[in-house]
């Protein structure tokens, strides 16, 4: 398991599952936090941490459902698992709806819980290489000068007019010019063709 850098946030107001949960999921290798009310959590996850979050759906105020919308508010992209002892099918497809991965309901095998944190895992391990993949991206963009950067907007807004002469034409610069800003581009975003430029914009890094 390659859980080293993901935590399992666990919010329960009972201490008895707080201190089951904990002491059954750190001994499968996982790095577990445990807090009793929504307040403790947040206040302890201010620094965005990765990992899933354990939540009890009847926190007394505010509950699981109200901290699942905070989160969603403040753009957090953390797997949320509730786990409730008297949740209902209008529970269920209400956290569902706010995006929660599961809805577990007391009492429930460990077994059956460590397959929903290993599937939110899997889901922050993907957004985590995304974002690395995209900051990585942004960086290089950000070595582009002016006029290569220009000429990145141009292939974008004009895939059909990606030729030397053409973009030449549109940017006022010679077409030699334009080689030059090409191969540049080329190797500051380590790309090899203007299908690759295209593509990269496509996915959003451009």
């Not at 950067?149 to 010679?174: D, F, G, N, W, Y």
């Amino acid at each position: 398991m390659q859980n080293a850098a993901l935590t399992v946030f666990v919010v329960d107001d009972d201490e008895a599952i707080r201190a089951s949960l904990v002491r059954g999921l750190s001994l499968r290798g996982y790095h577990v936090e445990a807090f009793e009310a929504a307040g403790d959590f947040l206040a302890a996850w201010e620094d965005r941490r990765p990992g899933c979050l354990v939540l009890d759906y009847g926190l007394p105020g505010p509950n699981g459902l109200e901290l699942q919308r905070h989160l969603n508010a403040i753009g957090a992209q953390l797997p949320v698992i509730f786990i409730t002892g008297h949740g209902g099918v209008p529970e269920s497809v209400q956290a569902m709806k706010g995006g929660a991965l599961d809805f577990l309901e007391k009492p429930f095998r460990h077994s059956e819980l460590v397959e929903r944190i290993e599937a939110a895992f899997a889901l922050q391990r993907e957004r985590l290489a995304a974002q690395h993949s995209l900051q990585q991206q942004q960086a290089r963009l950000q070595r582009l000068t002016a006029r290569e950067l220009e000429v990145v907007q141009h292939i974008m807004a004009h895939p059909a007019e990606t030729s030397s002469k053409e973009i030449a034409a549109r940017l006022a610069i010679s077409p030699r010019t334009v080689d030059h800003h090409r191969a540049r581009i080329m190797e500051k975003l380590g790309l090899r063709s203007v299908a690759e430029i295209l593509a990269w914009g496509r996915s959003g890094q451009i």
